[in-house]
């Protein structure tokens, strides 16, 4: 709804709708009722409208939209026309976010102020529309056509130094945004208004050229994203267009991406990405009933290629670090690193120079271990090897505060054992960050059987903190982001031995819109990595693995990654691996016939008999492994809801959005679907262990309920 009061002459119209006044019905309909009040009161000669509490407005309400139904009139269009066509000025009084449809209402307003903190954007494309009440319309009349694409297919948020610059902001105030606004509001009561309404005024010439540039730049830059390109048609249209023609054009374009998969799958990851920091405890504790402790310091052991991407991420989000390594040239190739990662993040306008220099100045390299004595919390960051960590959290025990938490960057190792080497397991925690970790937004946060609820809630709370996506997960072999890439994985190879090339396979899913194929990643990894892990794992177990291994335990394997390293063929650092590189660290992949040549050798050796395979089987089975895999952590609870996995997906793996992430698609599939295949599969494949069909799954695939419905379903029925 919306408030409205008088001060004086002037009619302060305040939206509300907590936590960010989203432009509700109820919203829209009292703003459009308080507009009309104000302009028929004889009493009142301008008007301001602020929004309730931190924001202004974070634009339409986004559920509104639900699987394309059209919202309810009045529009947000209906509601502001009268700002439009009011004789008293209307002031956008603008703290904290006025996005999307709130920057709308503000566009409407004759004028616009803002605090130093405030921040306005588009962010429509990253929920799959566009700005559909003139945002694509207005813009480019206030701040040229360029400037509006740049903002508008990007989504970013503009900070009020940038947005006064810009000529959004009129005047950038102090904090107290009400008093500032009825204070402005009076000072441009009587100035002529004709100039002050967008609508009004004249649009650049543009030549068609901009647009086809920028057709090819979005093509490329949001891969596979169709909301992008419906920005340029709209705001192309608002250059060739007269006003009114124009508005009707964003409309119809804003209707058909409202309908559209893309979008519902997109807003699905918005609100996925919401549910998934709602995290709990087998014990019942949540995000609700446990509070974080401060982190006012921090520190980071080892300045390894992870521990510097994480020190990284702590000063940047203005967190004084103590980053340690045992040997002085280390921390220095280390800080070398970050210096250079810094100097990327200026040239990307991600950060002023001077932003950069400070983030730095936070930053204290050490050789002595004893410099963690008085951080808050830790992150350990060294080479995956049990003893050694132990040796470490030992050592942290002895040092640091007894309230100080422990959190270990591992990606595979027990979080209870490491912790058994402390005598605080319950502020022993699991941090495991994704390469490269100041660019990855995935933070899976990884509880042991004693991890205390105030731990878990201070680790999500410093994932959000420091700009990463924190997921809660238990512990199991590989934790859950890693265990779903190995069916992934081994599902490729096997499809490599029977007949498709690793250059089919990588095509077909960059196609459905992965950034990179399985066989790139690898050997943008190191396929070295795997063949150690390998090694030792069968060493633990007793078993002798060799090239014409074909069987562990009953179950089928494929060796031929071992094949290529045993060539010498690691990957990028050894500038051939799957794809030929011309030369160590060169990063253009190129198909290479000598690979196809050691996979004919393979499939000769073992008598496999290659065939012709479909993409869509390609796609099927790749995803589906996973898939299944998937469901098998949510029925053993390692996570707690599918929005977790597929969480993990968009933002550890880079899963479209567009997509929804691996649960959404097998929700848009339907379970039968999907169950039913993944069946066929397992008999057709019985060595395959990861095609043995999730128990969850089968059960969730006879009732046929939404992805919404799962989490209750799987709480409400413990035997699922
Ligand atoms: C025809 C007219 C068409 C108009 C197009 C639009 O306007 S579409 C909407 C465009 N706006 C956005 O995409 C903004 C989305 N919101 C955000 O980016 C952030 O929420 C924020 C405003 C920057 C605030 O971030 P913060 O971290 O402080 O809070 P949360 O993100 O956790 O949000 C708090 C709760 O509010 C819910 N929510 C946020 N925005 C909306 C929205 N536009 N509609 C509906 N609900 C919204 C969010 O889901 C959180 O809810 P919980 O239940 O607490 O999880």
Redesign the pocket.
Known sequence: MANYTKRDEVAVIELNNP??N??SFEVRSGLQNALKSAIDDQDVKCIVIHGKGK?FS??????EFGAGTK?QKP??TDACRLADESSKPVVAAIAG?A????L?VALFCHYRIGTPSCRVGF??V??G?L???GGTQRLPRLIGVNSSIDMITSGRHVMAEEAMKLGILDKIVTEDIIEEGVKFAKSVVGLDLAHRILKNRKIEAVSPKVFDDEISRVKKKYKGYIAPLFCLKAIQASVQLPYDASMEQELQL?QHLVGSNQAKAQQYA??AE??S??WQLPTGANSQNASPLPVKTAGVIGAGTMGAGIALCLITSGIPTVLVEQDQKFLEKGIKTMEGDLRGSVALKKMTAEQAKKAMLILKPSVNFEDLHDVDLVIEAVYENLALKKEIFAKLDKICQPQTILCTNTSSLDIDMIAEATKRMDKVVGTHFFAPAYIMKLQENVYGKNTSAETVATVMALGRRIRKVPVLVGTCESFAANRMLHPYVTEALYLVEEGASPYEVDQVLEDFGMPMGMFRVSDLSGLDIGYKVRREAAKRQGIDLTLGTRFVNGERVCLLADVLVEKGRLGIKSGKGWYNYGSPGKKEAIPDPEVLDIIEEHCRKFGIKKQKISSQEILERMQLALINEGFRILEEGIVSKPEDIDVIWIYGFGWPKYMGGPMFYANEMKLKNVYRKICDFHQKYPFSIHWTPSKLLARLSETDLPISNWTSLINSNSKL
């Open positions: 936590p960010v989203a432009l924001n974070a634009g339409a309400d986004i559920k919202q529009w947000i976010t996005l999307g449809g709130g709308e962010p429509e990253q929920i529309i700005p559909g009440a804003f918005f609100f919401r549910t920091a709602r």
